[in-house]
């Protein structure tokens, strides 16, 4: 059987938010996940914006959740 070649967004999605909500890393990975994560949604046509996973004013602005195509 050949690899797959493509991806699902609502996949990356998935794995970006969850990375963002639940990761122990630093702030810099997550900004850097979200810069990443943005790009291929602004590129693909499929950015739907997002939000504060603790609302906002929040302590920690790299704890957010992208909205699913």
Do not use: Q
């Not at 890393?25 to 939000?51: D, I, K, P, Q, W």
């Amino acid at each position: 059987m050949r690899p797959r070649k493509t991806v699902r967004i609502e996949d990356l999605i998935d794995t970006a938010n969850h990375m963002l909500e639940h990761s122990t890393c630093s702030r810099e990975a997550r900004c850097g996940v979200s810069a990443l994560l943005e790009s291929v949604l602004h590129a693909t046509g499929n950015y739907r914006g997002f939000m504060y996973i603790n609302g906002w004013p929040c302590k920690d602005s790299t704890r957010v959740k992208y909205s699913k195509v």
